[in-house]
């Protein structure tokens, strides 16, 4: 059985984050049997979570888990879809994965009331005088990654407006379709679930949130998926 290490369910989230979110929803559309893991950051492969260990083999990190799934138990995540529609899936994919990500991650960590409520959980078992300077170092840790991948380098409207950008154009790609490229789901539906239930998540307050709400197939979509795959 395949093993999934993650952060496990938190603020009325399948996972923390939205990449093990990602994976959970790929191993259930594979059909494989998996387990769910509370992983630990010191033992993961590259230092991150999710990795999955499936029968003695160690794979780190969302997009190379699909790809050994794909690889392994000769699945396609996008069959039935046409060259174009693979492009686009992907594309879209990436749009989460390596632009939208990092706008969010400014609003749950480094606005104060939002890491209140969500990542200062994560520090709970450290003792008060020597958590808040670990909470301080892994915020400033964060506000440094976003400004070498050059997200944090813009303005907070600036990056809004990118980020309304993203989501307008994931939500005109998905219209009234049950799923972003049709009436199945393909590979990029477990990205799209992961960011979507995660911006629309009232855990947190966001502008970035405020976007995705403007956006009702976005809502009957997650409300969708959570309903076939996480039913309660």
């Given at each position: 059985?395949?093993?999934?290490?993650?952060?496990?369910?938190?603020?009325?989230?399948?996972?923390?984050?939205?990449?093990?979110?990602?994976?959970?929803?790929?191993?259930?559309?594979?059909?494989?049997?998996?387990?769910?893991?509370?992983?630990?950051?010191?033992?993961?492969?590259?230092?991150?979570?999710?990795?999955?260990?499936?029968?003695?083999?160690?794979?780190?990190?969302?997009?190379?888990?699909?790809?050994?799934?794909?690889?392994?138990?000769?699945?396609?995540?996008?069959?039935?879809?046409?060259?174009?529609?693979?492009?686009?899936?992907?594309?879209?994919?990436?749009?989460?994965?390596?632009?939208?990500?990092?706008?969010?991650?400014?609003?749950?960590?480094?606005?104060?009331?939002?890491?209140?409520?969500?990542?200062?959980?994560?520090?709970?078992?450290?003792?008060?005088?020597?958590?808040?300077?670990?909470?301080?170092?892994?915020?400033?840790?964060?506000?440094?990654?976003?400004?070498?991948?050059?997200?944090?380098?813009?303005?907070?409207?600036?990056?809004?407006?990118?980020?309304?950008?993203?989501?307008?154009?994931i939500a005109a790609t998905l219209g009234d379709?049950?799923?972003?490229?049709?009436?199945?789901?393909?590979?990029?539906?477990?990205?799209?679930?992961?960011?979507?239930?995660?911006?629309?998540?009232?855990?947190?307050?966001?502008?970035?949130?405020?976007?995705?709400?403007?956006?009702?197939?976005?809502?009957?979509?997650?409300?969708?998926?959570?309903?076939?795959?996480?039913?309660?």
């Amino acid at each position: 059985m395949i093993k999934l290490h993650g952060f496990g369910p938190a603020f009325g989230l399948p996972d923390a984050s939205p990449f093990v979110t990602k994976t959970e929803m790929l191993l259930k559309l594979s059909g494989r049997p998996y387990a769910t893991v509370v992983g630990r950051l010191g033992k993961a492969p590259k230092g991150k979570l999710p990795f999955i260990e499936d029968d003695g083999v160690v794979v780190a990190d969302s997009t190379l888990i699909r790809w050994h799934l794909e690889s392994r138990y000769q699945i396609d995540f996008d069959e039935g879809l046409s060259p174009v529609e693979r492009g686009n899936a992907w594309a879209l994919e990436k749009l989460m994965e390596d632009n939208l990500y990092w706008i969010a991650l400014r609003w749950r960590w480094l606005d104060d009331t939002n890491f209140a409520r969500g990542p200062a959980v994560f520090f709970q078992r450290i003792p008060g005088p020597l958590r808040a300077l670990i909470e301080t170092y892994a915020r400033r840790r964060v506000r440094q990654a976003l400004h070498a991948h050059g997200m944090g380098r813009h303005s907070d409207s600036e990056q809004l407006a990118i980020a309304a950008k993203g989501i307008d154009a994931i939500a005109a790609t998905l219209g009234d379709k049950s799923y972003l490229m049709g009436e199945k789901p393909c590979g990029a539906d477990a990205t799209l679930f992961a960011f979507a239930t995660s911006m629309l998540c009232p855990h947190f307050e966001s502008p970035l949130r405020d976007s995705a709400e403007r956006h009702a197939n976005l809502i009957v979509y997650v409300n969708r998926m959570r309903d076939v795959f996480y039913p309660a």
